[in-house]
């Protein structure tokens, strides 16, 4: 990802992968995950909890399975399901590891600059 502002109508681009990209648009406080070409709106609440779902998948247990390596996901604010493969859901925590360091970061900043405005 370069350092330059990535803007769509879907919003401000936050972080992106090779299939995933998060947006987060200002206007209407919802973020966008564009995933493998599907678009989910989240509020930010709903995305932590999205986030902390793709976070407690235990990976070793998918690995050591002879069953697929699929996770089912509910995503109750849409009722919609994700059956993520094991690199879906890599990606995904690269994503939202990603973000979230640029959404940290991004509010270090403006509390500098507020701080240094006053």
């Known amino acids: 990802m370069t350092t330059e502002t990535v803007t769509s109508s879907l919003g ?8 995933t990209h998060l947006y987060q648009c200002d206007t209407t406080e919802q973020f966008t995950l564009v995933f493998f070409g599907q678009k ?9 909890v999205f986030k902390s779902k793709i976070r407690k998948i235990d ?4 690995f050591n399975t002879d069953v697929p390596d699929i996770e ?3 995503l109750p ?12 859901i890599l990606e995904l925590r690269e994503l939202f590891s990603g973000s979230f360091a640029m959404m940290e970061l ?10 240094k405005a006053l």
């Open 12 to 19: 401000v681009l936050i972080f992106s992968t090779d299939n």
């Open 72 to 74: 089912l996901i509910h």
């Open 40 to 48: 989910v709106v989240f509020r930010f609440c709903e995305l932590i």
């Open 106 to 115: 991004n509010s270090i900043i403006q509390r500098r600059i507020v701080r």
């Open 59 to 62: 990976l070793f247990n998918l």
């Open 77 to 88: 604010h849409c009722d919609r399901f994700f059956a993520l493969s094991t690199l879906q």
